[in-house]
């Protein structure tokens, strides 16, 4: 069979995979997954590509290339030294590189390729990637949507009609696009963003105030020194991949030129907290493009069955949480959102080879570990608000940290408790866990860091630190995932019931749970009506819009108990929503 390989030919990263053995991987140089979408010609005018082009951008950016795929089927050309490019040509050295990558790993030539492009891309742009595939020595049996693949990447093997949205922020471009599922095929309903935003910009504001405290508080000009404003960016991204874990991080950089004879250093302390603010306003203009698509799709955000991760910036915790806002759902991102189009692409490739094959593999935890902290429920402060730090669905091994708060002046001891769960109030779920932490007696708003760890093997590591201090402590929850599997949980459900029963308490049987069913009688009629239609809907509901139909009509219920009756009109408006696309 021959075979053929899926590329995403990314405008900062481009990647390659392909199915072996019915699974879905990334050809690998070496550690390198992922290769920086860069061409040069080097100091003896032979062509790079790759992270040593990008190394040679600092210090000769007349004969480098990188963000090609911006000006793909434009009549623009691309100088590297003396000798002109087309953007074609420039792709395809690119191409070559991911193609000789797979010929390498899979010891036979490669003449075959499906590649992915924005879903925005016109015919123009996609018939000159088609080019500088043919340049490059690969027939491009098909070009696919990015979205499109990302979503074959996740939702292979799923039969049912779904609506997904593909959030895509990467190093230089953002878009938001809404997929229709339905029999296998998949149609782009809606795809907006910008051309100009992504990690990049990111970096450059962090490269900013770095450069504004050297020059005010060491004292040394830096702004038009190309080479220590590399070093800065460089040291600015790495902060801000830090922060995706952790919430503070040290940005370290000596030697950075001389002043009166003295090294001048650098040594900056650089919060999450910082950091998002920062890119608060980028961050809101993709929400707002969130809102378009969705509008341009003519669909509530109750309308989303799932909301994938791609990319490499949407890494950063602020956007999970803005989403989950916005969409009233956690959105996935364990696939690695750099791999996740190449992924879907070689998924593709598949198709189109006519071979079988189980999806991509990933290790994942199938709960949500955090803490209990005090917060809002039921538009209430309540101590016990559940505050998720690792997600269900997150990708193993996986690291998460978040700042709290002391209560009280003089606050001596804080508890840290561990649950494992999805509801809000944290005593509906599992505890794992609970710790006595002393701390050094301080004003209230004293920060506290708690860190999570969770391994492949279940293996759950907290820390607690003492901001201020460094003091910490520190524990190990053995078997964090396996303890929780479902058939232990039935097993000891089980138990329990036979325990109670027999012990002479009285055990509702099936039906009298049926009856009990919360039918909606004893409520004013326009929410007893819904709450019944709701019940009659849910077996056609998929297992997400299950749990979000149950909560919204414990809501209501909740809501017309306490009288909040404007809150119960809203809580319907939503319910409706979904019964609406469910019926
Ligand atoms: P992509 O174009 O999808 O390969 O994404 C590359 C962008 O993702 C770059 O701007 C990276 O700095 C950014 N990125 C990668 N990892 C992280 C991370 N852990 N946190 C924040 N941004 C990241």
């Not at 190394?55 to 691309?78: C, F, H, W, Y």
């Not at 599922?181 to 963003?193: C, K, M």
């Not at 093997?457 to 053995?478: F, P």
């Not at 919360?518 to 009659?536: H, M, N, T, Y």
Request: aromatic residues 4%; proline residues 3%; contains cysteine.
């Amino acid at each position: 069979m021959e075979p053929i390989i899926g590329i995403d030919l990314g405008t900062t990263n481009s990647e390659v995979a392909f199915i072996y053995d019915g699974n879905v991987e990334i050809i690998a140089d070496g550690d390198h997954g992922i290769l920086p979408s860069c061409v040069g010609l080097n100091a003896d005018g032979k062509i790079i590509v790759g992270a040593e082009a990008r190394n040679q951008m600092v210090i000769a950016p007349e004969r480098t290339a990188m963000s090609v795929k911006r000006l793909m089927g434009s009549d623009e050309t691309i100088k590297l030294a003396d000798q002109v490019f087309t953007p074609q040509e420039i792709s395809a050295f690119i191409l070559k590189t991911l193609k000789e990558r797979a010929e390498k790993a899979l010891d036979k030539p490669i003449r075959k390729a499906v590649i992915t492009v924005p879903a925005y891309f016109t015919d123009t742009q996609r018939q000159a990637t088609r080019e500088a595939g043919e340049i490059a020595g690969l027939e491009v049996v098909r070009i696919i949507n990015e979205p499109t693949a990302a979503a074959l990447a996740y939702e292979m093997n799923n039969a049912e009609t779904r609506q997904i949205l593909i959030y895509d922020l990467g190093g230089g471009t953002f878009d938001v696009s809404i997929v229709k599922i339905e029999e296998g095929v998949i149609e782009v309903l809606a795809s907006t963003g910008d051309n100009h935003l992504g990690g990049d910009d990111f970096d450059q504001k962090i490269t900013n105030h770095l450069a504004e405290h050297i020059e005010s508080e060491l004292k040394l000009q830096v702004k038009d020194d190309p080479l220590v404003m590399a070093r800065l960016r460089r040291a600015a991204e790495s902060a801000k991949m830090n922060l995706s874990t952790v919430t503070y991080t040290t940005i370290e950089e000596d030697h950075l030129g001389k002043k009166d004879g003295r090294d001048i250093h650098l040594s900056l302390e650089f919060s999450r907290v910082m950091f998002e603010d920062m890119i608060d306003a980028e961050l809101s203009r993709t929400m707002e493009s969130v809102s378009k698509a969705l509008e341009d799709a003519g669909l509530p955000p109750t309308a989303i069955s799932k909301t994938i991760l791609v990319g490499g910036s949407t890494r950063i915790p602020r956007i999970t949480e803005m989403l989950e806002e916005k969409i009233g759902h956690a959105p996935h991102g364990e696939i690695d959102p750099d791999l996740c189009v190449a992924l879907g692409a070689a998924m593709q490739a598949g198709r189109e080879m006519g071979v079988e094959h189980s999806g991509v593999l990933v290790d994942i935890t199938p709960y949500t570990f955090g803490t209990s902290a005090l917060g809002m429920l039921n538009n209430e402060p309540n101590p016990d608000t559940f505050v998720p730090l690792i997600r269900r669905n997150t990708k193993l091994p996986a690291r998460k940290s978040k700042s709290f708060y002391t209560v009280y002046d003089h606050q001596d001891a804080v508890d840290v408790k561990v649950y494992q769960g999805e509801a809000k109030n944290a005593l509906d779920n599992v505890k794992l866990g609970n710790y006595t932490f002393y701390i050094t007696k301080s004003p209230r708003n004293s920060e506290i860091i708690l860190d999570f760890d969770l391994d492949l093997n279940g293996i759950l590591k907290i820390k607690a630190i003492e901001k201020k201090t460094g003091k910490h402590i520190d524990a190990v929850i053995e078997n964090a995932i396996s303890r929780f599997d479902e058939g232990e949980l039935s097993q000891t459900r089980e138990r329990v019931e036979n325990m109670w029963s027999s012990s002479g308490h009285a055990q509702m049987s099936e039906a009298d749970v049926d009856q009990n069913k919360d039918s909606g009688d004893d409520l004013p009629a326009q929410f007893g009506e819904i709450v019944k239609r709701a019940d009659e809907l849910l077996d056609l509901a998929s297992d997400e819009d299950k749990q979000e139909i149950i909560n919204l009509k414990e809501d209501i219920q909740d809501a017309v108990k306490d009288n909040r009756m404007d809150d119960a009109e809203k809580l319907k408006d939503q319910l409706d929503d979904i019964l609406f696309y469910i019926g």
